[in-house]
Nanobody, 122 residues
Framework: QVQLVESGGGLVQPGGSLRLSCAAS????????MGWFRQAPGKEREFVAA????????YYADSVKGRFAISRGNAKNTVYLQMNSLKSEDTAVYYC???????????????WGQGTQVTVSS
């Protein structure tokens, strides 16, 4: 089992920035590819960004490419999502995910966090 806890969400104005964190516990963190997904009201959950076990490979949804950056600190068992130039359409609950397989495009694994709300509004 892997337990995931997200933090860092909140209210931000359009054009602003936020950094989300996901702390993992349980199994060996470095064995897992990590990803961020999001779900807006009335919409299906969608992929945002993912990073491989070593951090050497990353993948982004076209809608966030160039604005968001995913990174990981294996010593701290944490994955981050730096979100810049935020838009109203980025408003959603953001979920952290852990997967044993790294695929392109990334597919979610079995482990999810509880989610953190990001609201972009003036």
């Amino acid at each position: 089992q892997v337990q995931l806890v997200e933090s860092g969400g909140g209210l931000v104005q359009p054009g602003g920035s936020l950094r989300l964190s996901c702390a993992a516990s349980g199994r060996t963190f470095s064995n897992y590819a990590m990803g961020w997904f999001r779900q807006a009201p009335g919409k299906e959950r969608e992929f945002v960004a993912a990073i491989s076990w070593s951090g050497g490979s990353t993948y982004y949804a076209d809608s966030v490419k160039g604005r968001f950056a995913i990174s990981r600190g294996n010593a701290k068992n944490t994955v981050y999502l730096q979100m810049n130039s935020l838009k109203s359409e980025d408003t959603a609950v953001y979920y952290c995910n852990a997967a044993l397989r790294w695929t392109v495009p990334p597919t979610p694994g079995n482990y999810w966090g509880q989610g953190t709300q990001v609201t972009v509004s003036s």
